[in-house]
């Protein structure tokens, strides 16, 4: 096949991109749960965690011409915090209250950051938020955080100071997490039609229930199945039945979100196999994502469902 400039491009930038993938691959796990705490639910914590991930790589010609050192784990963490304020901005919420310069650091009462960290998005400004989850649960020092978000040490203290006192003052020890339910009966129509036709393995019956200009993702991979005939050929191809036995779908609704899991009936008991998510139109997949190499977002879903993780393999 004859490659156009563009993919020849995207050949040479395979050994490139394999060793960016090398240095952050150690602070992916740290990076996925600060994007959760920022986002409040996986689905965005993954989301944000891709367009990190992209966007750090895609800005690394940039930093040739830094003088100072800069370290992996700081410049990713700054990607999703920039990336994320960007997000706050488009929808019009205000980073922080005003800081006045030498406000005063009081003394507040530690807090336990695990049982209030869930209600952070929710109940304190972006900046504040980035600020606490930062110092008191990845234990960034102020300095570092200062030149993170591009502002002063004592800036960073003032804001968490006002974090921690709101978080005081509002008693915010207590929160709930919203848990999965099960659809059931509740199911749309099409969504039991491609639970039904999975778990008879009919392929050919979960082909038809693509359009045309179907897509399949998997997440965390940036690699995209365009089409249903592409699709057929190879995620639906029914020479892989054999990898799918004792694997069945139900149908979820996880933090608003409605999902496909499969779960997979070992001898050891049953284990979380995969998540997708699918979109539909008029009955007919649009777009369907899978989240099986999501390993960070996988393990957390697999924790909120009481279930071991099946470990990866690759197809």
Same mark, same amino acid.
């Given at each position: 096949m004859l490659k156009t400039d563009l993919q020849r491009v995207g050949e040479d930038s395979k050994h490139i991109w394999a060793t960016f993938w090398s240095l952050v691959d150690p602070y992916r796990d740290q990076l996925w749960y600060y994007c959760l705490k920022l986002t409040g639910t996986p689905w965005d914590a993954e989301d944000l965690l891709q367009d990190t991930l992209l966007k750090s790589f895609a800005a690394l010609s940039a930093l040739s011409h830094r003088e100072q050192p800069l370290q992996t784990k700081s410049y990713i963490f700054? #990607?999703?915090t920039n990336h994320w304020f960007d997000?706050?901005?488009?929808? =019009?919420?205000?980073?922080?209250?005003?800081?006045?310069?030498?406000?005063?650091?009081?003394? /507040?009462? !530690?807090l336990e950051v695990n049982e209030a960290i869930e209600a952070l998005v929710h109940?304190?400004?972006?900046?504040?938020?980035?600020? $606490?989850?930062? /110092?008191?649960?990845?234990?960034?020092t102020a300095k570092e955080v200062a030149e993170l978000i591009v502002t002063t040490e004592g800036a960073v203290n003032a804001i968490l100071h006002r974090a921690r006192k709101k978080l005081k003052d509002m008693n915010l020890l207590e929160t709930n997490v919203?848990?999965?339910?099960?659809?059931?009966?509740?199911?749309?129509?099409?969504?039991?039609?491609?639970?039904?036709?999975?778990?008879?393995?009919? &392929?050919?019956g979960l082909a038809d229930l693509l359009i045309d200009e179907a %897509?399949?993702? &998997? #997440?965390?991979?940036?690699? %995209?199945?365009y089409g249903k005939?592409?699709?057929? *050929? !190879?995620?639906?191809n029914p020479k892989r039945a054999n990898q799918n036995i004792g694997i069945t779908a139900h149908?979820?609704?996880?933090?608003?979100m409605d999902a496909i899991i499969f779960i997979k009936n070992t001898e050891n008991g049953k =284990?979380?196999?995969?998540?997708? %998510?699918?979109?539909?139109?008029?009955?007919?997949?649009? =777009?369907? *994502?899978?989240? !099986?190499?999501? =390993?960070?977002?996988?393990? $957390?879903?697999?924790?909120?469902? &009481?279930?071991?993780?099946?470990? #990866?393999e690759m197809y």
């Amino acid at each position: 096949m004859l490659k156009t400039d563009l993919q020849r491009v995207g050949e040479d930038s395979k050994h490139i991109w394999a060793t960016f993938w090398s240095l952050v691959d150690p602070y992916r796990d740290q990076l996925w749960y600060y994007c959760l705490k920022l986002t409040g639910t996986p689905w965005d914590a993954e989301d944000l965690l891709q367009d990190t991930l992209l966007k750090s790589f895609a800005a690394l010609s940039a930093l040739s011409h830094r003088e100072q050192p800069l370290q992996t784990k700081s410049y990713i963490f700054r #990607v999703a915090t920039n990336h994320w304020f960007d997000q706050c901005r488009k929808n =019009r919420i205000t980073l922080d209250e005003t800081y006045i310069e030498g406000q005063s650091e009081d003394q /507040i009462d !530690y807090l336990e950051v695990n049982e209030a960290i869930e209600a952070l998005v929710h109940h304190l400004p972006p900046k504040q938020a980035v600020v $606490f989850i930062l /110092i008191e649960s990845f234990r960034f020092t102020a300095k570092e955080v200062a030149e993170l978000i591009v502002t002063t040490e004592g800036a960073v203290n003032a804001i968490l100071h006002r974090a921690r006192k709101k978080l005081k003052d509002m008693n915010l020890l207590e929160t709930n997490v919203k848990k999965q339910s099960l659809l059931s009966d509740h199911s749309p129509s099409a969504v039991k039609q491609f639970i039904d036709r999975y778990n008879r393995q009919d &392929f050919k019956g979960l082909a038809d229930l693509l359009i045309d200009e179907a %897509t399949y993702s &998997f #997440v965390s991979m940036t690699s %995209t199945e365009y089409g249903k005939e592409t699709i057929t *050929k !190879y995620s639906l191809n029914p020479k892989r039945a054999n990898q799918n036995i004792g694997i069945t779908a139900h149908a979820y609704k996880i933090w608003g979100m409605d999902a496909i899991i499969f779960i997979k009936n070992t001898e050891n008991g049953k =284990r979380l196999f995969d998540v997708n %998510t699918i979109e539909w139109e008029d009955g007919k997949i649009t =777009r369907w *994502k899978c989240y !099986y190499f999501c =390993r960070e977002f996988m393990s $957390f879903i697999a924790n909120e469902l &009481f279930l071991p993780l099946e470990p #990866v393999e690759m197809y």
